[in-house]
């Protein structure tokens, strides 16, 4: 009764006994993941295209209606086979708004990643921009499914076509999301997901290619393991790419709990359009509900002349209460060396990813955050906009 008093009387901004970390990972059943364990010591097959990879092959494959899923070490060398594999050189376009692995993939490999810009309401890449960037020199176009949310595809095939363009998505957000009724997984030449362990299904680290074309798998398929083609017998150059047994355990594994967490993040998820509606300056990044969705990140952009506090001062207060939001993607690719060495002036044909990395920001979200934490959390947003209210 007097703890109540108090708190009504007398509010204090609550604050985490421990950190509150954005990407924690969804776990899967502990006892699952260690009876397939088991199993694989039982085999004593660890890796090189095992029966667990091959189970979470087909699975992936059937799930998302595509002809071909290959299981992948990473996402990063993902990108890097799919794009050799597709035989891009040159340029290719790319958004600059992304993590950094979008535009290393390519430029480990000579090949130069050119900057467009994406669209203010979807984040994705902007068709009109992508346009404007494509030279002579240009082979391929990435798209980057941003938070789940899909790209422009229908625009960005057009251009791919028209202009003889291969076109590659990074997916590594939009595991289980849809466009059109149809999962992400199916569009352009190829597309990349990642499995690391922050994203919202994950193999520990791993990613996988899907492609409706079968031609293309094959060759990333031989790509993966060294160009080999049976024992003793390479035709193709190729590197390491491959997922182990444990990781795939890990995979069919999370594959089991995977309705749970799409109800459990989009729970969260309304919790927070809830929590923070009406907040002067604060916009959500908000889902299309009649597709499928993942509802893994929560992200808000915090317009500072509205709501009269910038988006790093906004985050600098979240982790002073241990949470920890983070600025995505700040400060963008084209910022980061050696782009911003390379292309110094690139920040000039990219106004809304410069204003997107200064306003966007993401809120924990995921198993391991409940509702009784969202609410926490929008109250230290809630006080830091609208003052000690
Ligand atoms: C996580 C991520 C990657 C890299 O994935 P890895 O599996 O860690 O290599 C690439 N692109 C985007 C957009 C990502 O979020």
């Known amino acids: 009764m007097k703890e109540e008093e108090k708190i009504s009387v007398s509010p204090v901004t609550p604050t985490f006994p ?5 990407g924690r990972p969804n776990l899967g059943d502990r006892d699952r993941f260690l009876a397939r364990v088991g199993d694989m010591f039982d085999r004593n097959w660890l890796t090189n295209n095992g029966p667990l990879v091959q189970e979470l092959e087909q699975k992936l494959a ?25 035989g891009l ?9 992304t993590f950094v692995a979008t535009a290393h993939s390519l430029q480990w490999q000579g090949i130069t990643p050119v900057f467009a810009d994406i669209d203010r309401k979807t984040q994705t890449l902007d068709p009109a921009s992508v346009e404007r960037m494509i030279t002579p020199r240009t082979t391929g176009i990435i798209g980057v499914h941003v938070w789940g949310r899909p790209c422009h595809v229908e625009a960005l095939q057009e251009i791919a076509d028209r202009r003889n363009l291969k076109l590659i998505y990074d997916a590594a957000h939009a595991f289980g999301c849809s466009h059109g009724g149809k999962m992400i997984g199916r569009f352009g030449n190829a597309e990349v997901f990642s499995f690391h362990a922050t994203k919202f299904f994950n193999t520990f680290e791993g990613g996988a290619v899907t492609t409706n074309d079968d031609e293309l798998a094959e060759k990333i398929r031989l790509m993966k393991n060294f160009g080999f083609s049976g024992y003793d017998n390479v035709i193709y150059i190729g590197t390491n790419g491959k997922m182990t047994e444990i990781c795939a355990a890990m995979g069919l ?10 109800e ?11 929590g923070l509606a009406g907040l002067p300056g604060l916009h959500p990044v908000v889902y299309d509900e009649a597709e499928k969705c993942n509802f ?38 084209h910022r980061m060396e050696p782009y911003r060495s390379y292309f110094p002036h690139s920040h000039l044909l990219l106004p809304n990813t410069e204003r997107l ?30 003052g000690n209210v």
């Open 18 to 22: 421990e950190k509150l970390h954005v």
């Open 62 to 86: 059937e799930m998302l209606g595509v002809r071909h899923c290959i299981a992948l070490c990473n996402a990063t060398i993902a990108l890097e086979i799919t794009a050799r594999a597709l």
């Open 89 to 97: 050189h040159g340029e290719v376009i790319v958004p600059s708004f």
């Open 253 to 262: 594994t999370c594959l089991e709990s995977l309705d749970n967490v799409i």
């Open 264 to 274: 459990i993040n989009r729970r969260n998820y309304r919790s927070y359009i809830q």
């Open 296 to 333: 893994q990140y929560i992200v808000f952009e915090v317009d500072e002349a509205v709501a009269g506090i910038s988006r790093d001062k906004l985050v600098e207060v979240l982790h002073s209460h241990n949470v920890m939001a983070r600025r995505y993607f700040y400060p963008g690719c």
């Open 357 to 386: 990395s200064e306003t966007v920001m993401s809120l924990p979200n995921g198993t391991s955050v409940g509702v009784t934490e969202v609410g926490k959390i929008c109250q230290i947003i809630r006080r830091a906009i609208l």
